[in-house]
């Protein structure tokens, strides 16, 4: 199986700073064939269902603002929020979805410091 | 617009058994694969089972392997997960989600349904 690993589990920015969550897979989840990553990140406000918002380790989901960014390849991604907003506070996850099971991050809460 | 309504949760003692249903509406169901998830209360994301738009293919978490069962009924737009000899760390909310292309065993989840709290204790 491959094991997915978030750092930090929690994080605290100010408003308009930037955020940075990490996700490490135990094994690479790049397809040579294609040259994609399969690793998707979600957000899970309090009492939702998660939202997809980065798909392909750098595809932004529509409707998803600029400010989020995914990077990474192999077994080292990041997601990047260039200016944290109020409505950005969550839980954030990732995913791999290159072999079954499909397993998530543990989860990085994001907090205004 | 796409909508998924899982029903079938409660409380369960341990042991028993469980059957629980998405309801999918707003896609073309039949061309999909579907996924269970679950969440323990104030835990993470748990992926649980796959099967394939055709139910012939099924994957499962080796948590609930052997005692969970995924199937469909592509004639009523509707995913099932029966669920035997529930355990209490089976206690949480379960979730279906629809992967974001057809066809695909593998696919980020672009839509997840709300969920259903199934409680097992004695």
């Known amino acids: 199986d491959i094991v997915m690993t978030q750092s930090p589990d929690s994080l605290a920015v100010s408003l308009g700073e930037r955020a940075t969550i990490n996700c490490k897979s135990s094994q690479s989840v790049l397809n040579s064939s294609n040259n994609k990553n399969y690793l998707a990140w979600y957000q899970q406000k309090p009492g939702q269902p998660p939202k997809l918002v980065i798909y392909?380790?750098?595809t932004r989901e529509s409707g998803v603002p600029d400010r989020f960014t995914g990077s990474g390849s192999g077994t080292d991604f990041t997601l990047t929020i260039s200016s944290l907003q109020a409505d950005d506070v969550a839980v954030y996850y990732c995913q791999q979805y290159y072999r079954v099971p499909c397993n998530f991050g543990q989860g990085t809460k994001l907090e205004i410091k | 617009q796409v909508q998924l309504v899982e029903s079938g949760g409660g409380v369960v003692q341990p042991g028993r058994s469980l059957r629980l249903a998405c309801a999918a509406s707003?896609?073309?169901?039949?061309?999909?694969?579907m996924h269970w998830v679950r969440q323990a209360p104030g835990k993470g994301l748990e992926w649980v089972a796959l099967i394939s738009y055709d139910g012939n293919t099924k994957y499962y978490a080796d948590s609930v392997k052997g005692r969970f069962t995924i199937s469909r009924d592509n004639s009523r737009n509707t995913l099932y997960l029966q669920m035997n000899s529930l355990r209490p760390e089976d206690t949480a909310v379960y979730s279906c989600?629809?992967?974001?292309?057809?066809?695909?065993?593998?696919?980020?989840?672009?839509?997840w349904g709300q969920g259903t709290l199934v409680t097992v204790s004695s």
């Open positions: 392909w380790a750098s």
């Open positions: 989600a629809k992967p974001a292309l057809g066809y695909q065993l593998l696919d980020p989840f672009d839509y």
């Open positions: 707003g896609f073309t169901f039949i061309t999909y694969g």
